[in-house]
């Protein structure tokens, strides 16, 4: 597997912080989310979705808010015609519990009002459909664990299997930000980021009802991990990634069998960065970050890779 880096063109305006963002290809138009708030940990985060022309440049921006305040970590989740985004707010005084928060459109452009699916107080990092659910593993830093739900992402969000992944029954400290996917057989593949003890992320799988999993050490960190399935048995993980001297946003080829993981590609970055989202499209691999590496401003930026297997 082959990737080069061919274009790496900035899609945010203004000095503010922007990070933590996806990517995706929805009604024939490339759209890049992102939070954008004073810094890294202000309680003033909005969602920026940005429209991305053919030279990767930004050509249309909207605006999604919560009254109550800091909005993080937008992804998307498409389910057939429709799209979704959602992201975490924050535990805050007047609301009482941190929220997953979601928004939906038909057509990229135009956005519905704010839904409320859940899971109050957990985080629910990402999602993705399969047999018309919505599925994720959601996190809760004092517990120690993942835990698996699936719902509408439109009406409410259900807990289905409790502690997929946790310290007390794992003896693996602070399981967090997952991505995961479905193959084509109905198993399910997740990466998951910890942040305890050996800090190394975690390759997971299960098959339907997706009670019992089988986890597997990668030896390395990654944090928010993004997965791309390749075909049965590869995927693409991008992240943050500690090379020894710098955290930097690292691209990996991984065989889902055995969990090998090989670098393909380091893109250009340093500081505060990473978060990326990713997409393939043809011969084209295109992936959304931020990165502080210039004049340590907090951008986000979007690289076409030349892509071959």
Same mark, same amino acid.
């Given at each position: ?53 053919? *030279? &990767?440049? %930004?050509?249309?921006?909207? +605006?999604?808010?919560?009254?109550? /305040?800091? $909005? ?99 003896? *693996? &400290?602070? %399981?967090?930000?997952?991505? +995961?996917?479905?193959?084509?057989? /109905?198993? $399910? ?115 076409? $890779?030349?892509?071959?297997?």
């Amino acid at each position: 597997m082959k990737v080069q880096l061919n274009r790496l063109t900035r899609v945010c305006r203004g000095a503010a912080h922007n990070a933590f963002g996806d990517i995706v290809l929805f009604n024939d138009r490339l759209l890049v989310c992102y939070r954008q708030g004073t810094h890294h940990m202000s309680n003033n985060g909005i969602i920026v979705v940005a429209e991305i022309n053919d *030279l &990767g440049q %930004p050509v249309r921006f909207q +605006c999604l808010t919560s009254p109550e /305040g800091d $909005l993080r970590d937008p992804h998307f989740c498409i389910d057939n015609d429709r799209l979704y985004l959602l992201a975490h707010q924050r535990w805050l005084t007047s609301l009482g519990a941190a929220k997953t928060y979601t928004w939906f459109s038909g057509d990229g452009l135009s956005w519905s009002s704010r839904h409320d699916p859940g899971p109050d107080n957990w985080w629910l990092w990402r999602a993705t459909t399969y047999q018309g659910r919505h599925w994720g593993l959601a996190y809760h830093r004092p517990s120690e664990q993942l835990d698996l739900y699936a719902g509408s992402l439109r009406g409410k969000m259900h807990k289905v299997v409790s502690a997929c992944l946790s310290k007390t029954h794992h003896q *693996l &400290g602070y %399981p967090n930000e997952t991505d +995961c996917y479905f193959t084509q057989q /109905g198993e $399910l593949i997740a990466v998951a980021r910890r942040d305890a003890d050996s800090f190394t992320a975690q390759l997971g799988r299960s098959k339907p009802p997706y009670t019992q999993w089988q986890w597997q050490d990668l030896g390395d960190y990654i944090g928010a991990p993004v997965l791309l399935p390749v075909d049965n048995d590869m995927a693409l993980v991008c992240g943050r990634h500690f090379n020894g001297r710098n955290l930097v946003t690292q691209l990996w080829s991984l065989n889902i069998h055995n969990g090998e993981l090989v670098k393909l590609l380091t893109l250009p970055s340093g500081g505060d960065n990473s978060y990326p989202g990713m997409i393939r499209q043809g011969d084209k691999l295109y992936i959304a970050y931020y990165s502080s590496h210039l004049d340590n401003q907090s951008r986000m930026y979007l690289a076409r $890779l030349n892509y071959e297997i």
